[in-house]
Protein backbone atom coordinates (compact mmCIF):
# COMPACT_ATOMS: atom_id res chain seq x y z
CA UNK A 1 0.00 0.00 0.00
CA UNK A 2 2.82 2.64 0.40
CA UNK A 3 4.84 1.52 -1.97
CA UNK A 4 1.45 2.53 -4.57
CA UNK A 5 0.74 5.85 -2.60
CA UNK A 6 4.23 6.53 -3.04
CA UNK A 7 4.61 5.48 -6.37
CA UNK A 8 1.19 6.89 -8.00
CA UNK A 9 2.24 10.29 -6.29
CA UNK A 10 5.10 10.80 -7.68
CA UNK A 11 4.21 9.48 -11.30
CA UNK A 12 1.20 12.19 -11.24
CA UNK A 13 3.62 15.22 -10.60
CA UNK A 14 6.10 13.87 -13.26
CA UNK A 15 3.36 13.42 -15.07
CA UNK A 16 3.28 17.25 -16.29
CA UNK A 17 6.22 17.14 -18.24
CA UNK A 18 6.07 14.08 -20.09
CA UNK A 19 3.56 12.01 -22.22
CA UNK A 20 2.26 9.10 -20.66
CA UNK A 21 -0.93 7.32 -19.84
CA UNK A 22 -2.05 6.25 -15.95
CA UNK A 23 -3.29 2.80 -15.40
CA UNK A 24 -5.50 2.11 -12.59
CA UNK A 25 -2.81 0.05 -10.86
CA UNK A 26 -0.55 3.19 -10.50
CA UNK A 27 1.87 2.30 -13.63
CA UNK A 28 2.27 4.62 -16.09
CA UNK A 29 2.76 3.83 -19.80
CA UNK A 30 5.60 6.29 -21.25
CA UNK A 31 5.18 6.59 -25.21
CA UNK A 32 8.31 6.72 -27.57
CA UNK A 33 10.24 6.46 -24.67
CA UNK A 34 12.88 4.21 -22.97
CA UNK A 35 11.15 3.18 -19.55
CA UNK A 36 13.81 1.33 -16.93
CA UNK A 37 12.26 -0.77 -14.27
CA UNK A 38 11.72 0.57 -11.05
CA UNK A 39 9.54 0.08 -7.72
CA UNK A 40 9.77 2.94 -5.20
CA UNK A 41 10.18 0.49 -1.60
CA UNK A 42 9.85 2.05 1.79
CA UNK A 43 12.48 2.13 4.05
CA UNK A 44 10.38 -0.32 6.28
CA UNK A 45 9.91 -2.88 3.79
CA UNK A 46 13.51 -2.93 3.82
CA UNK A 47 14.25 -3.27 6.78
CA UNK A 48 11.55 -6.09 7.45
CA UNK A 49 12.96 -8.10 4.56
CA UNK A 50 16.93 -7.15 5.64
CA UNK A 51 16.17 -8.47 9.20
CA UNK A 52 14.02 -11.43 7.73
CA UNK A 53 17.51 -12.60 5.83
CA UNK A 54 19.48 -12.08 9.11
CA UNK A 55 17.38 -14.22 10.85
CA UNK A 56 17.67 -16.92 7.71
CA UNK A 57 20.84 -16.77 7.94
CA UNK A 58 21.27 -17.16 12.08
CA UNK A 59 18.73 -20.17 11.72
CA UNK A 60 20.74 -22.04 8.94
CA UNK A 61 23.89 -21.47 11.00
CA UNK A 62 21.94 -22.80 14.29
CA UNK A 63 20.63 -25.62 11.88
CA UNK A 64 24.18 -26.94 11.32
CA UNK A 65 25.38 -26.69 14.68
CA UNK A 66 22.41 -28.83 15.26
CA UNK A 67 23.16 -31.29 13.19
CA UNK A 68 26.50 -31.29 14.30
CA UNK A 69 25.29 -32.23 17.69
CA UNK A 70 22.43 -34.26 16.57
CA UNK A 71 25.41 -36.76 14.76
CA UNK A 72 27.71 -36.49 17.71
CA UNK A 73 24.75 -37.40 20.09
CA UNK A 74 24.50 -40.20 17.72
CA UNK A 75 28.10 -41.40 17.80
CA UNK A 76 28.30 -41.09 21.33
CA UNK A 77 25.03 -43.12 21.83
CA UNK A 78 26.45 -46.16 19.95
CA UNK A 79 29.31 -46.12 21.92
CA UNK A 80 27.21 -46.11 24.81
CA UNK A 81 25.30 -49.18 23.36
CA UNK A 82 28.03 -51.07 22.35
CA UNK A 83 30.12 -50.57 25.51
CA UNK A 84 26.95 -51.74 27.70
CA UNK A 85 26.39 -54.38 25.52
CA UNK A 86 30.54 -55.95 26.32
CA UNK A 87 30.21 -55.25 30.25
CA UNK A 88 26.99 -57.28 30.45
CA UNK A 89 28.33 -60.09 28.29
CA UNK A 90 31.58 -59.60 30.71
CA UNK A 91 29.49 -59.60 33.70
CA UNK A 92 27.09 -62.63 33.01
CA UNK A 93 30.43 -64.50 32.18
CA UNK A 94 31.67 -63.73 35.39
CA UNK A 95 28.79 -64.25 37.17
CA UNK A 96 28.45 -67.94 35.11
CA UNK A 97 32.41 -68.51 36.65
CA UNK A 98 31.03 -67.53 40.04
CA UNK A 99 28.25 -70.20 40.42
CA UNK A 100 30.97 -72.61 38.58
CA UNK A 101 33.24 -72.09 41.40
CA UNK A 102 30.47 -72.04 43.97
CA UNK A 103 29.24 -75.38 42.66
CA UNK A 104 32.64 -77.06 42.37
CA UNK A 105 33.32 -76.18 46.02
CA UNK A 106 30.77 -77.71 47.28
CA UNK A 107 30.23 -80.83 45.64
CA UNK A 108 34.50 -80.66 46.40
CA UNK A 109 33.60 -80.46 50.00
CA UNK A 110 30.49 -83.04 50.02
CA UNK A 111 32.28 -85.51 48.53
CA UNK A 112 35.55 -84.82 50.80
CA UNK A 113 33.25 -85.26 53.64
CA UNK A 114 31.59 -88.16 52.30
CA UNK A 115 35.67 -89.97 51.81
CA UNK A 116 36.67 -89.13 55.20
CA UNK A 117 33.28 -90.18 57.10
CA UNK A 118 33.94 -94.15 55.19
Avoid at 38 to 59: G, Q
Avoid at 91 to 114: D, E, M
Wanted: with cysteine; net charge positive; charged share 20%.
Amino acid sequence: MIVLLGCSINLLASNKHTNGTHLSTGGVVVEKAIVKDSVLVSYNDLRLANSKLIELNYEKKINTTLRSIIVNDSIIIQHYKSNSALMNKSYKKAIRQRNIAIGGGVVFSIVTLLLLLK
